[in-house]
């Protein structure tokens, strides 16, 4: 069974080592997730602590974990840090889950889970970007649809070419139709 936990400053610190560890195993295994080899564990590190850290210190940044028997087997990011005309939406980022862990309902339970802290937060309109053709078919399966693709987008982690990404984004109509009785 899947345990999903969103973080907060303190459990973050704590589990700095075990997010670096999903985010450098991913990456060895060729996930397009902005980091080409050769890629760390102490490249992983810096990245929550410099680009992830300061975002849930301040509240503009949901990081949630998956755990199974005790040990953090994915990730996911829920950017808040929009424009003022954008308080209605939020980005999807990093939906990471460990390569031996894939297939097994990890990513669905994270985007179930952070679809509810969108929610909550009053966001009804998410997006998100990705490279691999297995996300998304992942990301459809859930109700994301394809607005549209940008060639060269981004260096494959390991191969020396450029790939597209695809953009995708979701109404979650529930909070769509909330934010609009709350305004009238």
Same mark, same amino acid.
């Given at each position: 069974?899947?345990?999903? !936990?969103a973080?907060?400053?303190?459990?973050? $610190?704590?589990?700095?080592? *075990?997010l670096?560890?999903?985010l450098?195993?991913?990456?060895?295994?060729?996930?397009?997730?902005?980091?080409v080899q050769p890629f760390?564990i102490?490249?992983?590190?810096?990245?929550?602590?410099?680009?992830?850290?300061?975002?849930?210190?301040?509240?503009k940044?949901?990081?949630?974990?998956a #755990?199974?028997?005790?040990a953090?087997?994915?990730?996911?990011?829920l950017?808040?840090? #929009?424009?003022?005309? !954008?308080?209605h939406?939020?980005?999807?980022?990093?939906?990471?889950?460990?390569?031996?862990?894939?297939g097994?309902?990890v990513?669905?339970d994270?985007?179930? $889970?952070?679809?509810?802290? $969108?929610?909550?937060?009053?966001?009804?309109l998410?997006?998100l970007? #990705?490279?691999?053709?297995?996300?998304?078919?992942?990301?459809?399966?859930l109700?994301?649809?394809? *607005?549209? *693709?940008?060639?060269?987008?981004?260096?494959?982690?390991?191969?020396?070419?450029f790939d597209? $990404?695809?953009i995708?984004?979701?109404?979650?109509?529930?909070?769509?139709?909330?934010?609009a009785?709350?305004?009238?």
């Amino acid at each position: 069974m899947t345990e999903i !936990q969103a973080l907060d400053p303190i459990t973050f $610190a704590a589990n700095l080592d *075990a997010l670096a560890a999903v985010l450098h195993a991913c990456v060895a295994d060729g996930a397009h997730v902005n980091f080409v080899q050769p890629f760390t564990i102490d490249d992983a590190r810096a990245f929550w602590l410099s680009k992830v850290a300061p975002g849930v210190s301040s509240g503009k940044r949901i990081v949630l974990t998956a #755990t199974r028997d005790g040990a953090i087997v994915g990730t996911v990011q829920l950017d808040l840090d #929009t424009p003022p005309n !954008q308080r209605h939406r939020a980005e999807i980022a990093k939906l990471l889950v460990r390569p031996e862990f894939r297939g097994a309902g990890v990513a669905r339970d994270l985007m179930a $889970a952070i679809e509810g802290h $969108a929610i909550v937060a009053g966001r009804w309109l998410l997006t998100l970007d #990705t490279a691999s053709a297995a996300a998304e078919r992942l990301y459809a399966s859930l109700g994301f649809e394809r *607005a549209g *693709a940008i060639p060269a987008y981004s260096r494959d982690p390991i191969a020396d070419r450029f790939d597209p $990404a695809v953009i995708m984004f979701k109404i979650l109509t529930d909070a769509r139709r909330r934010a609009a009785e709350s305004r009238t």
